[in-house]
């Protein structure tokens, strides 16, 4: 720091990091009065075409030869520590976006934008006295605020308000009516979360994790980077072992990030990170305001906290002494940023600790094809937990063929139905998983077969009950429910598609008086939302939890014997070459939530797929089987771990255009690439192949490029602009190594 502040002393010059989809930074001058406090890494405003704008030094100098320079405006006090400038230099050339731009994935949002203050900012909630019959005739003739009252209805009573300005689009005067009119209040508690821990203490590891643990303790004591991957079932001890590597960690004055999938997962994590490590652990995650974040960034900076547990962005913690990262579930899709710079948790933890020179430890019961490819082949050290502790066994699986059981209308087979009733007799619980992304409640036409579809986007709209509306969920258009069908005037309008709310109804009517929990993205959107229904449910009041994907991942109830899995087939027709290794991770993880503790655990699965091979492996838990196939076929059809891919997702309003534009792309690209052995595949239109009055159109870039031959290639587009009127219109979404293909 002291050579830095010499330097700067004299610096006449700076070279910032601006926010813009332009690679090159910018030079402004440095003010004299701000001479002696500039230094690279700290942030900066400036002007930029007549906009207001913070940005990052990434250079000194003394001269230049750039002439009519604005001058640096004002100095933040708040900058990115030398380790994290060279993150977002490797993010920026690997994921090809601009330095200002990954730097904004990097700096905490209070600190991206030039300081605007927050509207409002917390957590909305219904009041107590909310009562939905009474509210929707009171404000009969405010239609906004209705449907406001009406979504925080649908979500279980509460949203954050960047759900509701950001995703839902309401203003701050619908909110503040609602408020004076005493039907919403905002709740603004930074607390963060005191669950206690229900895990037993551990005293003694057992001898495989052991083993283990071993090798970790002399990759943490030899400070060289060694990335890990822990393989081990759901219940072996891997979380136990991160605890440790932790306290380690601590106890040599270094820190430590752990990363977890989910924010749902983080309550009980935390209480148990708390419980080994003390009160210095920080938790990070999206849902907490501006301010709270900020708050937690100084602290971590100042050293007052060592340890950070969070979803992807914390890797970016400013930890000191960075002495180990742990990415838990590592093979979990949300660690992939889906917006720019679209960075992967995963890999941006395993460049950190190669900078940083420490151990990454990435653990899973189902290592992602890429990991165990690295393991298998010695990049990375591979550790093993084989067994369950405490000699528990795995749950027992067995599928229900739905080819013929679809019996009177109920989607839960009669196998299911006896099963749920004896765990409910025997006072045990049961989770009932729902293998559907999101929950289509789409209206059909029973007689001429219209489906009701959005106006702007190729995709079927959502029916909310409570608002007695249809939705679109991609770009929000909305209008009321019909009663007469708009094509042939029939009557016979039905509510298609099976969601969580349909299959409450179904076990209301076939176990009355039962409590049933529902979990899904309605019911979680407020920031307390997810952990009091785990709470609620651990207290095993509730016989009966029914969610989707949020109810797989990592929960530990000891009470729940049976998992009962519906319409399993499902995201093996996603057409991504992941399909097969996402559904068995998904269905082994959710079969892990039955039977931890001394009881083995039942897992019925209904499917109409009963003989795919991902079924076949999954009955016999032998992931290592269905990777070896699975790998084989990757190899065949050269997709990842075996290549690298890039997805250039294209869109415009005007589909001639973009075919025009896109077809020309991909030629120009092939040209380029001829010699290296890498295919531009494409174009072709995603499953959804309109959104927001937009087409799309996508290509794929298969095969191993470096980071500048990628920007050559994404450059190239350029010349493609030049020679197409109106290509100007088409915008180019660059996935570098893309989990997603919608
Ligand atoms: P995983 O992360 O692999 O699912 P956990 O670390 O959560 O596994 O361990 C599963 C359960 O076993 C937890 O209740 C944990 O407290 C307990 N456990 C872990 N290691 C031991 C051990 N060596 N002795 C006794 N109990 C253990
Ligand atoms: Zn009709
Ligand atoms: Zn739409």
């Excluded at 063929?401 to 299911?416: P, Q």
């Excluded at 196939?629 to 190899?635: A, F, G, T």
Aim: aromatic share 8%.
């Amino acid at each position: 720091m002291q050579s830095i502040s010499l330097v700067a002393q004299t610096s006449k010059f700076a070279r910032v990091a601006l926010p813009v989809p332009i690679a090159t930074c910018f030079t402004y001058e440095v003010p004299k009065d701000l001479r002696s406090r500039i230094f690279v890494g700290c942030r900066v405003e400036v002007q930029f075409r007549r906009r207001t704008m913070s940005g990052i030094v990434v250079e000194l100098a003394q001269q230049t030869d750039v002439t009519h320079l604005k001058p640096i405006r004002r100095i933040y006090d708040t900058f990115l520590p030398e380790t994290l400038l060279r993150l977002t230099d490797w993010i920026a050339s690997y994921y090809g976006c601009s330095f200002g731009e990954a730097a904004q994935s990097v700096l905490p949002p209070i600190l991206r934008k030039s300081s605007r203050p927050a509207a409002m900012s917390g957590i909305l909630s219904l009041t107590k006295t909310f009562d939905p019959q009474e509210t929707l005739s009171m404000l009969k003739r405010a239609h906004k605020q209705r449907e406001l009252a009406g979504s925080l209805h649908d979500s279980g009573g509460s949203a954050t308000t960047q759900t509701v300005f950001h995703d839902w689009g309401f203003s701050l005067q619908h909110v503040k009516s609602l408020i004076k009119k005493g039907i919403v209040e905002l709740v603004t508690r930074s607390e963060q979360s005191h669950l206690a821990s229900m895990e037993a203490i551990v005293t003694h590891l057992n001898s495989d994790q052991e083993k283990a643990f071993d090798l970790i303790r002399r990759a943490i004591m030899a400070r060289r980077f060694s990335p890990l991957l822990l393989q081990g079932v759901t219940g072996s001890g891997k979380t136990e072992l991160y605890l440790r590597a932790a306290q380690l960690a601590l106890s040599q004055g270094g820190g430590c990030i752990v990363l977890v999938p989910e924010i749902g997962l983080l309550p009980q994590a935390m209480a148990r990170y708390r419980r080994a490590l003390g009160e210095g652990v920080a938790i990070l995650h999206s849902r907490l305001t501006g301010p709270e974040r900020f708050e937690i960034w100084r602290r971590i900076e100042d050293g007052d906290c060592r340890a950070v547990l969070g979803p992807r962005s914390a890797i970016f913690s400013p930890v000191r002494n960075l002495r180990l990262i742990v990415v838990d579930e590592e093979q979990d899709d949300s660690y992939k940023q889906e917006d720019k710079p679209r960075y992967h948790a995963r890999s941006v933890a395993l460049m950190r600790g190669k900078f940083e020179n420490l151990i990454v430890l990435l653990g899973s019961a189902t290592p992602s094809a890429e990991s165990l490819h690295h393991a298998q082949s010695g990049r990375y050290g591979h550790l093993t937990l084989p067994r369950r502790v405490k000699g528990a066994r795995l749950p027992v699986i067995h599928f229900v063929d739905m080819r013929g059981a679809a019996s009177g209308g109920t989607i839960l087979s009669a196998e299911l139905v006896e099963r749920l009733d004896a765990t409910i007799k025997a006072g045990h619980q049961s989770i009932l998983f729902l293998n559907k992304r999101g929950h289509a409640r789409f209206v059909l036409c029973n007689v001429c077969g219209w489906v009701a579809k959005c106006r702007n986007c190729d995709i079927s709209l959502t029916y909310h009950r409570v608002v007695n509306r249809l939705k679109c969920h991609f770009c929000g258009y909305n209008e009321s429910a019909r009663r007469r069908c708009p094509t042939c005037d029939g009557r016979s309008l039905y509510l298609g598609g099976v969601g969580t709310q349909r299959i409450e109804l179904d076990l209301a009517s076939l176990f009355p008086g039962v409590g049933v929990l529902r979990m899904d993205a309605d019911t979680t959107a407020g920031k307390e939302a997810h952990k009091r229904l785990l709470e609620q449910f651990g207290k095993g009041d509730y016989p009966i939890l029914i969610g989707t994907q949020m109810v797989a991942k990592g929960h530990h109830f000891p009470n729940v014997n049976l998992v009962g899995v519906l319409f399993a087939e499902e995201s093996l027709n996603y057409p991504d070459f992941r399909s097969s290794e996402r559904t068995f991770q998904q269905l082994i993880q959710v079969a892990g939530r039955a039977g931890r503790a001394s009881v083995a655990g039942e897992v019925i699965i209904q499917t109409y797929m009963p003989e795919h091979h991902v079924f076949r492996f999954l009955e016999a838990h032998d992931y290592d089987g269905f990777m070896k196939e699975e790998l084989k076929i990757r190899r065949q059809l050269n997709y990842p771990p075996f290549t690298k891919l890039v997805l250039a997702s294209c869109s415009a309003s005007k589909q001639e255009t973009l075919s025009r534009v896109v077809q020309d792309w991909a030629a120009v690209m092939r040209r380029q690439v001829r010699q290296q052995g890498v295919e531009v595949l494409g174009p072709v239109p995603p499953i959804v192949a309109r959104v927001k009055n937009r087409y799309r159109e996508q290509l794929l870039i298969k095969g191993r490029l470096k980071d500048d031959e990628k920007s050559k290639l994404r450059d190239s587009f350029n010349q493609v602009v030049r020679k197409h009127h109106g290509a100007r219109s088409v915008e180019v979404r660059w996935d570098v190594d893309p989990e997603s293909f919608q």
